[in-house]
């Protein structure tokens, strides 16, 4: 692609690009700090949990988890780890492989996400859709599943 093929991002297109990372970063500590002050949990657990507890048997490969997570092995491991230290998860090494790790949602662990859903819930609702007001959501969605797929 040559320079002159590419016309000049408009006003809008570089406001919206300029704050996407940060809005993410922001929202991402938004949901963190929600969950600290009125769960005691990291958002990053929240989530590790919330991926288990849809797994058949409630039971995934770390590596898996990590993938879906957005988390590297080592800071999935860090996570799993603080959650089987409560009691919320049991990390055992994989029948079918093994060089690989599995974690287990407990019946613990289930009930603690299920206390946790809604904090997360009102603070996502406060946080992030009460500010797209106007907003297509399915549209928006739509264009966000494209963009992941992509990556």
Known sequence: MRDDDVSALTDDERTLL??????????????????????RMSHA??????FL?????????LSDLAELCQQSASAIGRTVKRLEAEGLVQREQSVHDAR???ATLTDAGLARLKEAVPVHVASVRRHFYDQLEGVDLGRLGAAFQRIAQKG
């Open 18 to 39: 300029r704050a996407l990372r940060p809005a993410m970063a922001a929202l991402m500590r938004a949901f963190d700090d929600d969950l600290q002050r009125f769960q």
């Open 100 to 102: 690989s790790f599995n």
């Open 53 to 61: 507890s849809e797994a058949p048997e409630r039971t995934m490969r």
């Open 45 to 50: 657990e929240y989530i590790a949990l919330m």
